[in-house]
């Protein structure tokens, strides 16, 4: 008998363990953290606690902490005796045991799937975290401590929640009957500085001579459209191609929730609020989409269109505004043309398709493709301009196109050849149109 092999690729393999430089706590030692853990509840006020955190102290903590691991293990030293007191604060007034991640740069998600599951993000690689929660209702507790401050609740009533960290950081939770297994939290790290052009060349998300391209895209004012899937870096391309804009230029950004760090200093930041526990005072990112319409922008970028905002904002493209940028969850640039035909059709204004397209083909000019690969790699693999209607479909040709002729080293992103429409606005800028080889470029490479 003939027995068949198959070579395994990445998507055969486990995601391997995290190296934090830390080893997972064994039972002795986790047992004494949540003995420790729950002196420290009966000896101290939990309001004191949280007096000392906001001042941005743990000194006094830390040294009561220390003194009661020593008592309850005397025999306890070096390392070991430090990661207990670690985990003890940040048992008291912290995450619990994702703290740590939470505060590791290099770690951009942190996923808790149950108790002893948890997952991490790096480099856009899943990684197995090591820790541990001690059952769901440590996971509960941690959940409550990030979600109580906000005014927000996660019961079986209303089974999830969005919420966010002080540093920015995005929080989902959802429990128990609509994930039967165990309360599943997802935590999407919020980077502190600012993204720019220079990082997307350094991880080669950009070549140099694309970078360059859209440079003069944005100053041309086109109205831009960041697609992708999840995880594929559109937040941070969106932020990139911000940098572009003028500085003496008033910038509205609409999100949910905020996300970008925008270098310029006129811009006003506004983000949608969702309905209290009981149902009322929701405002929604059309609201504030036909708001910013009132405050003179010169430039309106919207995080991620979702729903019926999508025809405000072709609405706004259309009357003034351009220069706009938006993203949207999509595989491919058509694929976001038919989903923001969906979202205008949300709206409920019962245009016809053809008016809608109309609309779509008019306001948008280029859509710019992200993808992730399965090693974590993020790449633009196309460029596509929005030319105009033939009959009742939208035409696009595609500027720049991704080709991979075998392993990572061997892929580019090149020209197509076609001329842009708005070759002419290009050309009076001083950019040199030119499809040839000097502005292919491999990745990295100028």
């Keep these: 008998m003939t027995q068949l092999l198959l070579r395994k690729d990445a998507s055969d393999l486990e995601p391997a363990p995290l190296d934090t430089g830390e080893r997972l706590l064994n039972e002795e030692h986790s047992d004494l953290v949540f003995r420790a853990h729950q002196r420290l509840l009966q000896e101290y006020d939990l309001a004191a606690l949280e007096r000392q955190t906001s001042d941005g102290t743990r000194q006094g903590l830390e040294t009561a902490v220390r003194a009661l691991v020593t008592e309850m293990a005397s025999g306890l030293y070096g390392e070991a005796r430090e990661a207990v007191v670690r985990a003890v604060l940040n048992e008291a007034i912290g995450l619990g045991p994702i703290q740590r991640l939470v505060d590791d740069e290099s770690i951009s998600e942190v996923m808790v799937n149950a108790p002893d599951e948890v997952y991490v993000e790096r480099d856009g690689i899943i990684y197995v975290a090591p820790v541990r929660f001690r059952d769901d209702a440590h996971i509960m507790r941690i959940v409550d401590r990030i979600i109580a401050p906000l005014g927000r609740r996660v019961d079986e009533s209303s089974p999830y929640v969005d919420a966010r960290l002080p540093d920015g950081s995005r929080v989902n939770v959802i429990i128990p009957p609509l994930v039967p297994r165990s309360p599943t939290v997802t935590i999407r790290k919020f980077r502190p500085d600012k993204y720019t052009v220079d990082d997307l060349l350094a991880n080669n998300t950009l070549t140099a001579p694309l970078a360059e391209f859209l440079r003069v895209c944005v100053r041309l004012r086109l109205n831009m459209v960041v697609s992708g899937g999840s995880g594929t870096g559109k937040t941070t391309m969106l932020n990139a191609l911000s940098t572009f804009i003028p500085k003496t230029e008033r910038i509205i950004t609409i999100e949910d929730p905020i996300e970008l760090m925008l270098q310029q200093h006129h811009v006003i930041a506004m ?155 290009l050309a009076r800028t001083g950019y040199r149109i030119d499809w040839g080889e000097p502005l292919v470029g491999r990745w990295g490479e100028p």
């Design 271 to 425: 983000e949608a609020r969702p309905p209290s526990i009981e149902g009322r005072n929701e405002v929604t990112q059309r609201d504030l989409l036909r708001n910013a319409l009132r405050m003179r922008p010169d430039r309106i970028i919207v995080g991620e269109v979702r729903g019926p905002e999508a025809f405000d904002m072709m609405q706004a493209m259309n009357t003034g505004h351009e220069g706009s940028l938006t993203t949207v969850h999509a595989n491919s640039p058509r694929d976001s043309l038919a989903r923001i035909e969906n979202m205008v059709l949300m709206a409920g204004l019962d245009l016809p398709v053809r008016v809608i397209r109309e609309q779509m083909a008019s306001a948008l000019h280029i859509v710019l493709q992200l993808a992730r690969f399965s090693d974590g790699r993020r790449r633009v693999i196309a460029v596509t301009e929005i030319t105009g209607m033939e009959g009742d479909v939208i035409v696009t040709q595609d500027l720049f196109r991704f080709v991979q002729t075998g392993s990572s080293t061997e892929e580019r992103l090149e020209p197509t050849g076609i001329m842009p429409t708005f070759a002419d606005q």
